[in-house]
């Protein structure tokens, strides 16, 4: 029993779910402002795709509240399957999506969509909804993507490597082992934030750095990004999850809600001939601050009704929103590339439009689709 039996989930962190969703959502303006922008360093609300790196936290903290004290009941095999049933049908459906909606994006600015054959995009829809990322003459957005019909994909891919090497080898380790790869970790962070290149790998990604932008491909310097951006923050939250010691503030959710909207939308630290300033706010947040906010909004009880519905709905949509809605961002690339001498009126509209229906989409996937296929694979794949 211990192989197939389906341990019931623990309570939630109510505000911890709130802020996933509004994070999720920061990283959905960032995107959409990003189409406008004319280089990192001019970015609107600059640093939102350092909403990745806190998803870590929290998803390293999670895992160790949910799994650390169920080994005795679960086997790796079980741990694998509960895992694939949170995480993969979403992925599935963004990557349909992405399938369907490809041949909207096509524009001058990629010109290789309206070239690539229909049997092509299926094929890559099919890898998407395996995760294997593809690289060459299956890049048929030509960004040198791993997961061109869904960009944030590649984010789930390395989710699933922290889940693996928790069930693998951090799970056993104790908090001062733990803690020692954690300062490893930390170290790697800082040279990427600080450009300290002792890989020689960091002069290919010249133009991005002082940043932790990257991760999204293949090639030798996005792994090490990818990696980077990725083991600290996860086995951090894993660390704090065994500490169990919370900072408690009042109304935490809101006030770190507060916090995580300025961070991301802090702009470019520093200037162009002026970069390093950048990293050092990119490491403060990543080292310091994302774990904070972790810990104080773990200890906020939402004693407020209102509060608390609030959070349910946007830890409901935080996921689904997250992984669906870039193939939208893709045709407001393409509507904004081929309308360029439109109404700057017109542009704010459509953007707000699209916010407000990846928001929609996020909810119907997550009411119809998400939680109905999930129910069905715990009935499927688990005892009782």
Not at 2 to 7: A, D, F, S
Not at 12 to 28: E, H, N, Q, S, T
Not at 264 to 279: A, C, D, K, R
Not at 294 to 307: K, L, Q
Request: glycine share 8%; aromatic share 16%.
């Amino acid at each position: 029993m211990k192989k197939i039996m389906y341990l019931e989930s623990k309570p939630r962190y109510m505000a911890l779910d709130g802020l996933r969703g509004v994070a999720a959502m920061m990283v959905v303006a960032f995107h959409l402002f990003e189409t406008y922008s004319c280089g990192h360093i001019h970015q609107i609300i600059n640093h939102g795709y350092l909403a990745v790196d806190f998803f870590f936290v929290l998803s390293g903290f999670v895992v160790g509240y949910a799994y650390d004290d169920r080994w005795s009941k679960m086997s790796f095999g079980t741990f694998v399957k509960r895992r694939l049933v949170r995480l993969h049908p979403m992925l599935i459906l963004g990557s349909l999506i992405g399938g369907l909606l490809y041949y909207f994006g096509g524009c001058d600015a990629f010109p290789v969509i309206n070239s690539t054959e229909w049997y092509i995009v299926l094929l890559v829809t099919l890898l998407g909804c395996f995760l294997i990322p593809v690289k060459g003459g299956l890049d048929i957005r030509g960004w040198a993507e791993g997961y061109p019909l869904n960009g944030p994909a590649w984010t789930l891919a390395f989710e699933y490597v922290a889940n693996l090497l928790y069930a693998v080898v951090f799970r056993r380790l104790g908090k001062i082992a733990l803690g020692a790869c954690v300062a490893i970790f930390a170290a790697m962070t800082v040279m990427l934030t600080l450009n300290i290149d002792i890989f020689g790998l960091l002069a290919r990604r010249a133009d991005l750095a002082y940043t932790v932008i990257g991760g999204w491909s293949l090639a030798p310097e996005q792994l090490y990004v990818g990696f980077s951006r990725l083991l600290y923050p996860f086995f951090v939250g894993l660390l704090l999850s065994r500490i169990g010691r919370f900072i408690n503030l009042k109304n935490g959710f809101l006030w770190c809600s507060l916090v995580i909207v300025v961070l991301l939308s802090m702009p470019f630290v520093g200037s162009e001939s002026v970069q390093w300033t950048n990293g050092l706010y990119e490491a403060f947040c990543i080292l310091i601050i994302f774990p904070l906010i972790v810990i104080s909004g773990a200890s906020d009880t939402m004693p407020n009704s209102r509060t608390r519905k609030a959070c349910e709905f946007l830890g409901e949509i935080s996921f689904p929103l997250y992984i669906t809605h870039y193939p939208l961002i893709y045709i407001q690339m393409a509507w904004a590339n081929e309308h360029a001498d439109a109404p700057i009126s017109t542009h704010v509209f459509v953007s707000v439009a699209l916010f407000v229906v990846a928001i929609a989409l996020a909810y119907a996937s997550s009411r119809l689709y998400d939680i109905p296929v999930r129910k069905w694979l715990k009935n499927k794949m688990f005892a009782k």
